[in-house]
């Protein structure tokens, strides 16, 4: 399977309904206006109309109303000039009607002066109750030449659970959420503020917002794109029309957990080649250390718990957050365990404590992987040297700072790295043109092949288009695999498997025999049953033991099932490129997907000569940067980002 869906759209205008249904404005105001901020200014186009949508763009504010309404000023300070759909650009009509969806569709949507929402769902924070929405907007990528839908997490939390400084509080836009009608609304006694208490913090620029009910999405963000496209395309049904852009690979390649597992075994050598991981408790309570001694450490690992310790040793750290020591009239000794000679991991001691407990015990296991593999790294930069993940050839990874302008380079040969910071005029003085920004929301890094008589470069762009699985085809095995945590196998269908397999000697016989002789009374065997059996999705009998059921029953024990279920999974796993566009994206591991996560992959865009493209991706087939995952970047670019941390403990 070589397709995948994306959130690039094609969107199409019927012109003629629109003109029988809307009027669209160019707003003007006067220079007095003009000079109040964004926020000012779309409240007071909003009092003098009430239209229904309201945005700003290219340099203008723009309105939607209905075609009966009246539209003019009592006041000389803004004026209208009413301007044709066909003369308007697809992007600013498209962004105008999902403004509208809040009022057409407010059972669904809300929205305000220069956003829209979907209201997914309320969540706790201990004693907190946040509510989390989706805010959704069009954008324009020039790479792809075509729309895409831009959709971001927005957190609404009550004050109390915003960690922030007073007066950043005081100064935030405040809104209430009235459990009686389902409304959200700024008011500024409200006591929410739009704060994500975890450890991702949506922003949102909203003025005045309200909706209603909230939509079961099973949780995914790909029910809500989908959601987000039905809703579209019911609610404006006569004037347009919108539907997903799919991609093509012109090169697939999966990855498995052996793969990883190589590249683990070379991560826990660089550990024991420095002396192996001492743990150090720098935190005020024990519980955390001491469990942290009860688990298995895949290297060889030491406990201190003091202030003496081996600063030559990769070293864990186990801390308190700043506060804690504050209110303990303590000072915070994280700063007194890093310097540039030492690799060192902190992990608050809540972070382990907070971990529950599994039936195998391994809880902690991919907590320890993390901070290994973390470790790992900081030793290797410490010395320069990749060690993991063999690179010798002669090229550096940039990346350029928005707030200095100063570029940030890792610089490799023969196996060693280096890392420099040079100002914004560096790569002018060595005749090396860096493409620059075309869109405001555009993240561009660099690969510069340094090997050649002349340096070559590949921009590496990010814009925040997705790829996502095929919503039909999710939802369906959803739907399934729900049915068989509540429906099992029944003991009458094992039976008769077994008598099928005559005398075989497969050791899923003995198995199934075990399972069933310690349950004689059960009529159903469930995933939790199979599993503790040791009946998986491997062998030939396993697999027609599984699949035999579900062509019978239509109940799913593996959503591998068959290799016929795969295909929604193609916007998940592995590496993907589309020649034609120069787009790749990067997923889990074959059969890693988590289904109540329902996440999806973002694409990037590669500009450059085909060989360094190329380049690029083959340096994406490395499985321990995300943690057992490939990366979404070539993985010098996570040494870059270590160094560039490393230079804070410089001085």
Known sequence: MSRSLTTLVDLKFNYPALNLRYLIYRVSLDKKNGKQDYAGQLSFIDREVSPQALIRHSGYYWILVDIDKKVSSTSAKVSFEQVKFEDCDTLSLGRLLIRALGKVAPDEFFSGLGETYLFVEPDKFFEHIVYKCLKFDLMESVRFDSLFIDMAGVTFSPIEAVYKAKYQID?????????????????????????????????TYAIDISGQK????????????????KLMNKHFCDVLELKLKPIEADWREHYQKKDIEK????????????????????????????????????????????????????????LDPAKEY?????????????????????????????????????????????WVKELAIKQECLHGQFSIQEFVEGYWFVELDKKTFSYHVLKCEEGHFKYEEHDEYYFDELNIVLPEKQRFFETLQYVIDMSGDE??????????????????????????????????????????????????????????LIMLERAPFKTEFYKEDLKLAKIGYRSNA????????????????????????????????????????????????????????GQFNHIRYLEGPDCLKQKCLELTKSYFIRNKLATVRPFPFKYLAQCKDNQKWHS
């Open 171 to 203: 100064k935030a836009p405040k809104f209430e959420f009235q459990n009686s009608t389902g409304l959200l609304r700024r008011n500024p006694k409200g006591n929410l503020m739009v704060y994500s208490p975890g450890n991702k913090k949506f922003t």
């Open 326 to 370: 504050e209110g303990a009239g303590k000072v915070d000794p994280k700063q007194s365990y890093y310097s540039k000679d030492t690799a060192v991991q902190s992990v608050y001691n809540s972070t382990i404590i907070s971990q529950r407990p599994n039936k195998n015990g391994t809880e902690l296991q991919p907590l320890i992987d993390t």
């Open 455 to 512: 340096p070559q470069v590949c921009t590496i762009v990010h814009e925040g288009i997705a790829v996502i699985p095929d919503a039909d085809k999710l939802f369906a095995v959803l739907e399934r695999l729900e049915r068989s945590d509540n429906q099992g196998m029944s003991r009458e269908y094992i039976d008769g498997y077994l008598s099928s397999l005559g005398r075989s000697d497969d050791p899923i016989v003995d198995k199934l």
């Open 542 to 597: 396993e697999k027609a033991l599984v699949n035999d059921y579900f062509d019978q029953t239509g109940i799913m024990f593996n959503y591998s099932l068959k290799g016929e279920h795969n295909e929604y999974l193609e916007a998940l796993t592995g590496h993907f490129y589309d020649a034609e566009h120069s787009a790749y994206f990067v997923g889990s591991e074959k059969g890693g997907f988590k289904f109540s996560r």
């Open 263 to 318: 590249v683990y075994r070379k991560i826990y050598d660089v550990i024991d080649l420095a002396g192996g991981c001492q743990v150090v408790n720098a935190s005020m309570h024990s519980n955390g250390f001491e469990r942290l001694k009860a688990e298995q450490c895949p290297v060889k690992v030491e406990f201190v718990d003091g202030d003496i310790f081996d600063k030559t040793k990769p070293t864990l750290v186990v």
């Open 214 to 229: 909230p939509i079961s999405l099973l949780k995914t963000k790909t029910g809500a794109i989908y959601q987000f496209v």
